[in-house]
């Protein structure tokens, strides 16, 4: 689905990011930690061609990211859902329109959705916020409706990019259980994120693999979880 | 797809689609203002333009079917002359009819300069004698030499001296009427690039958003080109609007007036400032179209 191969990228001064090789199987589950600054967001930006690899290469459902064209990924991404740690919403959209999103700009929105936008929302347990615009919610509600958006679309890949960061540990743990049952249902998830506590909890349940970047290189976790 | 094809499925509603972008910002004002502004200004450079055309037709077909002979010799020769030219203009090709002016006619003809009380008959006034033309016309140069031979003191005036430049001017009018209405339009496409492209800056969130969540700039674009380009069409509606009734409420066109009184349109002529709101719309749909796509691409 997702493949690197020695990929790279930098800015300016040396490379943030050097010698990533890394495939996402389908139906796997990858936890990616690393302390702040160490280039999460970054690995994930390049996995859904948000940047582009100074260096190796990055495919995303067969298609080398460097050639792809707007257009391209803009298809490429209506078969991701990414989950942002500040969960930028459309203010002035309610909630329900903010999930529904994905749909609308792929002229899949209307009735036909509209029972599927329902459970969704009754899945992530905001169906009694539909109508409340985005400053109205709560750090988890704003998490939860990330991830609901996200997989609105039925899509292939979820990668998400410290989905936990703003919330407390209980509601981190829901939302843990969601992205499990997600993966159960055969959707590869990566998280990116720096909470050791929330990787331990989620091994209780899920077989995931764990990478981690230090020094700009990317490898497997070790004794510390 | 055609350009128009374009349009009408840029113009297409999508309730769902038109709430994506934000409603908001000093652009709608603006655009709707600029559009309004310059509609009404269109509809008075089209009114111009109509209004030197319809003249520079006037002045064009008054004078060139007619020109005048001036006679002047001594007061005993007179009348033999005037007879040796209309004889001359009996038997020339072209000409419809000719005439002496009798003295009430010259009379009139110099009352603005002298005044009523004129004593024609003490002032050694030329005699002139009118000549309508057919549509083939003559040929002056060759009634010129004829007249040089039978009458000596007559000249010929075909009145070319003075309609070319009268023509020239009305048609020059015209044509500024056009470059102001191009003008316009210009000016139109600058205003609504710049308040596309302040409306772009203001929502590169939204642009952002939308991005991430698998839009198309195809989609992106459309949805600020539908925005702008219907309230240039609006603004523009009103302002032709406006423009329409402030030259119904001109004065008509009177002899005495002139060329100011007869500014306006006539006729069938009143349909084609309602072209006005599609061309702004139009204009405003390719300016958008084109600060939308340029923005997106500089967006990382």
């Known amino acids: 689905m997702i493949e690197l191969k020695e990929a790279a990228y930098g800015y300016g001064g040396g490379p943030l990011l050097s010698d990533m090789t890394l495939r996402l199987a389908p139906g796997s589950f990858h936890f990616l930690t690393g302390p702040s600054g160490a280039g999460k967001t970054t690995f994930l930006k390049l996995c859904y061609a948000d940047l582009r690899a100074t260096g190796g290469s990055v495919t995303i459902f067969g298609q080398e990211s460097a050639e792809m064209s707007r257009d391209e990924i803009a298809r490429t991404r209506q078969r991701m859902g990414v989950v942002h740690q500040d969960c930028e919403f459309l203010d002035h959209l309610s909630l329900k329109e903010n999930i529904a999103l994905p749909l609308t700009v792929t002229g899949r929105g209307g009735q036909a959705q509209e029972a599927n936008l329902s459970d969704l929302m009754g899945w992530v347990g905001l169906s009694a916020r539909a109508g409340a615009l985005p400053p109205e919610l709560s750090g988890g509600e704003r998490q939860r409706a990330a991830l609901a958006r996200a997989v609105i679309t039925d899509p292939d890949v979820i990668l998400a990019d410290e989905p936990t960061g703003n919330i407390d540990w209980e509601m981190s743990l829901r939302l843990l259980q969601l992205l499990v049952e997600l993966n159960r249902m055969g959707k590869t998830v990566l998280v990116a994120t720096h909470d050791l506590a929330l990787i331990r909890a989620a091994k209780a349940q899920v077989s995931a693999r764990v990478l981690r970047i230090a020094g700009g290189r990317l490898q497997l976790a070790g004794a510390e979880l | ?300």
């Not at chain 2, 009819?97 to 008959?121: I, K, T, V």
């Not at chain 2, 539908?226 to 329409?244: D, H, P, Q």
């Not at chain 2, 006539?266 to 084109?290: K, N």
């Not at chain 2, 939308?292 to 990382?300: C, E, N, Q, V, Y």
């Open chain 2, 1 to 300: 797809m055609s350009g128009l094809g374009n349009i009408l499925d840029a113009m297409k509603g999508d309730a769902q689609a038109d709430r994506v972008v934000p409603r908001r910002g000093h652009s709608v004002r603006l655009t709707l203002f600029t559009s309004a502004a310059m509609a009404f200004l269109a509809v008075f450079a089209l009114a111009l333009s109509m209004a030197s055309g319809r003249l520079a037709d006037r002045w064009s077909e008054a004078l060139a079917r007619s020109s005048t002979i001036r006679i002047s010799a001594p007061a005993a020769q007179m009348e033999e002359q005037v007879w040796a030219v209309l004889e001359v203009l009996q038997q020339t090709p072209g000409v419809a009819s000719a005439r002496a002016l009798n003295e009430e006619e010259q009379r009139a003809l110099l009352e603005p300069w002298f005044g009523p009380d004129l004593p024609l008959e003490d002032l050694p006034v030329p005699r002139l004698v009118e000549v309508i033309e057919t549509a083939d016309g003559y040929d002056p140069d060759g009634l010129r030499l004829r007249l040089a031979a039978e009458a000596p003191g007559a000249v010929l005036d075909d009145h070319t001296r003075w309609r070319r430049p009268l023509v020239q001017a009305a048609e020059r009018l015209r044509a500024l009427g056009w470059l102001s209405l191009a003008l316009i339009l210009g000016s139109v496409a600058a205003m609504i690039t710049l308040a596309a492209q302040s409306a772009l800056a203001a929502n590169v969130r939204v642009i952002r958003v939308l991005r991430l969540v698998g839009a198309r700039d195809h989609y992106i674009a459309r949805a600020f080109v539908r925005r702008f380009t219907l309230r240039a069409l609006s603004g523009a509606a009103v302002g032709t609007g406006l423009g329409m009734v402030a030259i119904a409420l001109l004065p008509s066109a009177q002899q005495e007036g002139g060329f100011l009184t007869g500014l306006g349109f006539s006729g069938a002529h009143w349909l084609v400032p309602l072209a006005v709101p599609p061309l702004a719309a139009i204009t405003a749909f390719w300016a958008t179209r084109t600060a939308a796509f340029k923005t997106l691409r500089s967006l990382p």
